[in-house]
Every structure is written in structure tokens, then in C-alpha cells.
């Protein structure tokens, strides 16, 4: 199969969508690897190694695109990817759609296959190949959430571990899940005051009996994210339902009773955020104020270590990424259940109901797409 590795062109988006390593086990088995000049650099991977591994380099972009089988990437493609999307290609990437229904429609003008890696499963109700970027930007959140608190940020000048005779500073995280739980790990590695607020009173307890008792945890209900509001220095939303939007948990008119200065960090911000005043932010201005919160957005939060997050997500997506190059997609997604569900647009359709009903159009099951 033929395989391309564009280089990614969303504002600071620093990751690759394969190793060097990846190539090289997908050449050995005989696919085409094509890989962008540059596409790696930003990741720690030069064109050397690629070269090394068996992957051939291309810096026509149209040549990279046109030629293309399968086409993997990190995000969802840009204005100016668009274009070389066709009938007959399959991308295989983070889309997020049902918070981008321009996108959505443009992908199903295209023709293009596309299977999100975002909702692909696993045998325990998992997202594996979501999992390793939630645990990345869950631990990013409270480093991002810490800068924040700074002074010259904006922020209320607290310092979260606190220092003898003064005490720790108050973490609230909504959303006990991957995100959740790698964010309340390395706040209370800092030292702060940790809560956690989820429906699930069995991860509750997972949570309770992992740290134990060194977190609060907290069922979710709207009387306990008002007291969140009102006595937190940090909250990170971290509430995610698989490829639908996230629910806003925290209205604008809450900010109010929000101590000045006090950190929104919005994970969930790729579904839409969970925050009523969210909105998507960069790298390069990763934050701003909103009736003095100031409110951390930024939409691909694992592109800042590019190098840890490429790894990581290699290693996630090579066995599937073997599968489609080895069977062919409709194969491979007909041979694996768990697989199936990542199937979110085909040749015009929308095969995942929670996006289609994001925008009121229909859906088709994906089952039958692959027989």
C-alpha cells in the first residue's frame, strides 16, 4: 500500500504521525512509506531517519497527497489540506467532528474514508489510541494550570504546592477518567489540594482505592462543581463523551463566584470544550481572561512535547495502522469490532451516529460499509 506522512501545519503543531520505527516495520512488510521533508523535525526525527528506515521523502506536497493510499496524520486536516482529499484515500487521524460541522461537511464532499483514532475502542470500553494523548495533556494541564496561576499571567499568584505556613493551593478535576486521573497525579505530585468530580461512583472508587484517600473524590452534581467554582484555584475540565460534543459544566454567569484570577484549563476543548466560555486557543497565545478567569484552551496540548507525544502515539496506532496497510480498510475494520467505530465518514456518509446527530444529519451503520 502506499502510505503518506504529510508534514502537520496546525499553528504549533510540533508531532509526526509515525516514527521512523513505524516506517521501518511497515516497509519490511512491504508497504510504500512516503514521508514529507521536514515532516519530522519538529518531533526530534530528521529525514535521515527516515531515509534509514525504508521510507522514500517527498517535498511536493500535491506529488506526497496524489499519490497516497492511505494518509496518516496527528490532526484533522487543515483548509489547505483539504483539496488533495479524494474518493478512494483513507486519512487516519484525530478528527473530533462533532465539534466541526464546516469540516465535516467538506470531508464528505471529498469522498474520503476517514477513521478517527478518537473513536476506536477496546475490549474494557476504552479509547486506546485516544488514551495516550489524554494522558499526555492531563499531565500537561496541571503544568499549564500551574504557569497560569502566575502573576504576570494573569493569574491570582498562587503557587500550588503552597510552602510551610502557607497553604497548598485548591485543584479541581471534573472527569475521572484518563485526563482526570493523570491531571490529579501530578497535582498532588506538586503538593496542591485535589478533589475529583466524576458520575461513576465505580472509578470513584478505583480512584479512592489507587491513591488512597490522598484525593478527594467527589460524585458530580451541579451542587458540586458550584462549590468547585467558589473555592478553587484550578479547575481542569476533563469530562469526555466518545465523539460527541462535551457538556457545558460551567456557564459564563459561574464565573462570578470564582475567586479573581483563578485557572480554567479545558481538555475536552477538541469536543467543544466543557467550559461555557471556552474557546479554542494555540501554543503561541494560550490564554486569555474572561471576567478575570483567565481560561487555558489550547487544542492540541501534546504538540508542545512533540517528541514524548509522536512516541507515544505511534505506538498506539502502528498495530491498526498495519491492519488497514495489510488488509485494506474495509478488511480490517470488518475483522475487528473494536476497530469499526472509527469509521466516522465514507464516500459522502456519516458512519458514527453521535456526529451526525451533532448537526442533525443522518447515519449510516458502519457495518454495512465494510461488507
Known sequence: MQIAVPKEIKNHEYRVALTPAGARELATRGHSVTVQVGAGEGAGFSDADYEAAG?????????????????????????????????????????????????TRELMKSGVTCIAYETVTDR???????????????????????????????GSGVLLPGVPGVAPGKVTV??????????????????????????????????????????????????AIDEAVRESDLI?????????????????????????????????????????????????????IVDGIVHYCVANMPGAVARTSTQALTNATLPFVIALADKGWKR????????????NVHDGQIAYRAVAEAFGLESVDPATLVR
Open 332 to 343: 480490517a475494520l470488518a475483522d475487528d469490532a473494536h476497530f469499526l467505530p472509527g469509521l
Open 174 to 223: 471534573i472527569g475521572g477518567g484518563v485526563v482526570g486521573e493523570n491531571a490529579a497525579r501530578m497535582a498532588l505530585g506538586l503538593g496542591a489540594e485535589v478533589s475529583v468530580l466524576d458520575k461513576s461512583i465505580p472509578r470513584l472508587e478505583v480512584l479512592d482505592e489507587r491513591y488512597q484517600g490522598r484525593m478527594k473524590t467527589v460524585f458530580s452534581t451541579a451542587d
Open 55 to 103: 521510507a522514500r521523502l517527498e517535498a511536493n506536497v500535491d506529488t506526497l497527497w496524489g499519490e497516497a493510499e492511505l494518509i496518516l496524520k496527528v490532526k484533522e486536516p487543515q483548509p489547505e489540506e483539504l483539496p488533495h482529499l479524494s474518493k478512494g484515500q483513507v486519512l487516519f487521524t484525530y478528527l473530533h467532528l462533532a465539534a466541526e460541522e464546516k469540516l
Open 124 to 154: 474494557q470500553g476504552g479509547l486506546p489510541l485516544l488514551a495516550p494523548m489524554s494522558t499526555v495533556a492531563g499531565r500537561m494541564a496541571i503544568q499549564a494550570g500551574a504557569h497560569s496561576l502566575e502573576k504576570a499571567q494573569g
Open 236 to 288: 481542569v475540565g476533563a469530562v469526555l463523551i466518545p465523539g460527541a460534543a462535551a457538556p457545558k459544566l460551567i456557564t459564563r454567569a459561574m464565573l462570578a463566584d470564582m475567586k479573581p484570577g483563578s485557572v480554567l484549563v479545558d481538555v475536552a476543548i477538541d469536543q467543544g470544550g466543557c467550559f461555557e466560555t471556552s474557546k479554542p486557543t494555540t501554543h503561541a497565545e494560550p490564554t486569555y
